[in-house]
């Protein structure tokens, strides 16, 4: 029961961690303008994201704009995307492996060792898949603090991060962590040694009940 309370908690734990990745990569708010200097008097506060760029009045107004052309981006804003469309790709198989290998499952048979086994593969292509999207977070958080803090850099064009951001790499390690807990979730294999226990040897042969006159 505990092995597969195990599992469920991973499962779960995965699955929250995969719509975070997936609700962080499409939301706006990888990076937002910093409020330093000059710019604290500005009345649009900027946003940028992997796929479009939005701008916010004071008045709540919001505009934003689609990314015309992929070979105009940044090569590490493209990178980020790839990398984060391949973390959700590879976690989504992950877990439907190790939903099929799952005790509270029908799939796969009903040999529990196999099973097991194809659990922990599933949760090994979580961790791949969250490890993916950590790298992707961090490269693009790495670019951010390396702008900020360029003394070239003009003041109001100076970003800092945004909610996305966080809640992409919530979502990866979540799924990190359900994964690991899929992968560790696979039983040993019991040890039968080859060789009869100490007891049984003392104990010698059986007697003999019979009576000689």
């Known amino acids: 029961m505990a092995n597969s309370g195990i599992q469920l908690l991973g499962f779960f734990l995965s699955l929250i961690g995969i719509v975070g990745l997936i609700i962080g990569t499409i939301l706006p708010q990888w990076k937002m303008s ?31 704009k689609i990314y015309d ?23 989504v198989a992950g877990l439907g492996v190790a ?17 097991s086994r194809i659990a922990m593969t599933g949760g090994i292509i979580l961790l791949v898949g969250g490890l993916c999207a950590i790298v992707a977070c961090s490269w693009f958080a790495h670019n951010v603090i390396r702008a900020f803090y360029n003394p070239y850099t003009p003041v109001n064009t100076k970003f800092e991060f945004g909610a996305a951001i966080f809640i992409a790499w919530g979502g ?18 019991k040890h039968v040694s080859k060789y009869p226990s100490m007891a049984s040897s003392r104990s010698g042969p059986p007697s003999s009940t019979k009576e000689y006159v």
């Open 99 to 115: 939903c099929m290998g799952m005790k509270c499952t029908t799939c796969a048979g009903s040999d529990k060792l196999r099973k």
């Open 172 to 189: 990866s390690l979540l799924d990190v962590l359900g994964g690991a807990m899929l992968a560790a979730s696979c039983p040993r294999k």
């Open 34 to 64: 910093a409020y330093i200097g000059d710019s604290i008097i500005t009345a649009v506060a900027v946003y940028q994201g992997l796929w479009m760029s939005c701008a916010s009045q004071s008045t709540g107004q919001l505009q934003c």
């Open 69 to 91: 052309s992929i070979l105009q981006l940044d090569s590490s804003l493209q990178a980020t995307r790839a990398l984060m469309i391949v973390g959700i790709i590879v976690s």
